[in-house]
């Protein structure tokens, strides 16, 4: 049987938001891969790293696992019609599941303000789009006047339904390590649904006795899109402080983020820290992945950064264990990626930012293409400055 199959709704037990398993939306999501990451772990001083690739899920993100369950939710229910307000792939995935399930679909996204590939997916899938001339923030209060005036399913990340569908990867994840619990969990944080349902999963999976303890959950935002960060930093969480969000990391292009509260929430129950990581930072973390043939969208490489922030800080020590989710398929943003191997990502006044122990890594690890005459001399003769070059870079 297709629930059967996906990785969401074979954990449909814990999951009572559908009567009839005949209403479910499914493209097999889920089931994803849990990677080790070796090199990644020794540059952030630690022993033991995993990574729960989330990018692996059908549209590429982990908007999928909450998609399945919302979508079905509508289906069930009768709605015509499925929206969201997205910075890409919250759009991609309902566009993909409403499309399954026979529902017409309309999305909202910034203009200009998102990658690609993932805007390439909603008109694939046959959405409606609509880009509208703001950030973000403004798609949701679009959004949230439309609902009132037309009858539509809203399947932004403050659906309760989608997070009930995000919180199963954190099941699969100690299936996957065979029920023994890791010390830390690291996700990025954008709109701040993602650790929040994930840290759900872990104590409920505690309150059911599967686990003897939950893993701390910390959550890493971009320092251009930090509101969380900043909040803990000057009231200590009180209020929430928006802020006009910035960041190449597009998928957490942030200010104003819905689920600050649950976030804030998961937080203190699991006790993980919340921290910020530039676009340097972003960046370089981002092509370790990479190097490793794992790969992400800049977003999810906010995990990395954030990891050897808090192993820095002493927060996470090098004998415990780590996994890392990531969020986002490395081919949902390669304009990113080229940009920055060829080193055309970066201001001149942000490349003077990255610091002396980073210079290197960075010539190191970026790829760029060379143009050559079709001659096997020029080939042999690049390949030697190359492996003079890296050796020379090369991080001992
Ligand atoms: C949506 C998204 C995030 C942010 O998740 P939130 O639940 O909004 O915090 C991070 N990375 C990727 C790739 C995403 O698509």
Redesign the pocket.
């Known amino acids: 049987m297709a629930v059967d199959q996906s990785g969401v709704w074979r954990f449909r037990d814990l999951l009572p938001i559908v009567d009839n398993p005949d209403n479910v939306v499914t493209l097999r999501e889920g089931n994803t891969p849990l990677y080790d990451l070796p090199r990644c772990a020794k540059l952030a001083g630690i022993d033991w790293l995993l990574a729960k690739h989330?990018?692996m899920n059908p549209t590429g993100?982990?908007?999928d696992t909450g998609m399945t369950a919302a979508l079905s939710v509508a289906a069930e229910r009768g709605f015509e019609w499925v929206a969201c307000a997205s910075?890409?792939?919250?759009s991609a995935a309902m566009a993909a599941y409403a499309a399954r399930a026979g529902l017409r679909s309309i999305v909202f996204i910034p203009e200009g303000k998102i990658a690609w590939g993932k805007l390439s997916q909603s008109m694939d899938y046959g959405a409606l789009t609509i880009q509208l001339k703001t950030d973000f923030d403004g798609c949701v209060r679009i959004l949230t006047d439309l609902v009132t005036r037309f009858p539509i399913y809203l399947l932004n990340?403050v659906n309760p339904y989608r997070l009930e569908g995000?919180k199963t990867p954190a099941i699969e994840l100690l299936e996957q390590l065979e029920w023994q619990v890791p010390e830390h969990v690291i996700?990025?944080?954008?709109?701040?649904?993602?650790?929040s349902?994930l840290a759900k999963g872990f104590t409920e999976m505690h309150h059911l006795g599967l686990i003897p303890r939950i893993p701390k959950v910390s959550?890493i935002q971009a320092e251009g899109a930090n509101p969380l960060y900043r909040s803990l930093q000057e009231n200590g969480g009180k209020e929430l402080i928006p802020v006009k969000a910035n960041t190449r990391?597009t998928?957490?292009r942030?200010g104003n983020?819905a689920?600050w509260r649950k976030?804030l929430r998961a937080l203190r129950t699991t006790g993980g820290w919340c921290e910020q990581a530039s676009e340097q930072e972003i960046a370089l973390a981002k092509a370790q992945i990479g190097a490793e043939g794992v790969g992400?969208?800049p977003?999810?490489a906010v995990t990395l950064a954030g990891l050897k922030k808090l192993v820095a800080q002493g927060k996470i020590t090098r004998e415990e264990r780590v996994v890392l989710v990531l969020?986002?398929h490395t081919l949902?943003d390669s304009d990113y990626t080229i940009n920055y191997h060829r080193n055309e990502l970066f201001t001149e006044a942000e490349n003077a930012g990255i610091s002396a122990d980073d210079q290197p890594l960075h010539a190191a690890l970026r790829k760029p293409p060379i143009v050559l005459e079709p001659e096997s001399d020029a080939v042999l003769r690049a390949l030697e400055s190359h492996m003079k070059l890296t050796h020379l870079t090369q991080p001992a």
């Open positions: 989330q990018g993100s982990f908007k910075t890409g792939n919250t990340s995000q996700v990025p944080g954008g709109n701040l649904a993602n650790g349902a959550i990391a998928a957490i942030i983020p689920s976030a992400c969208e977003a999810s969020t986002g949902k």
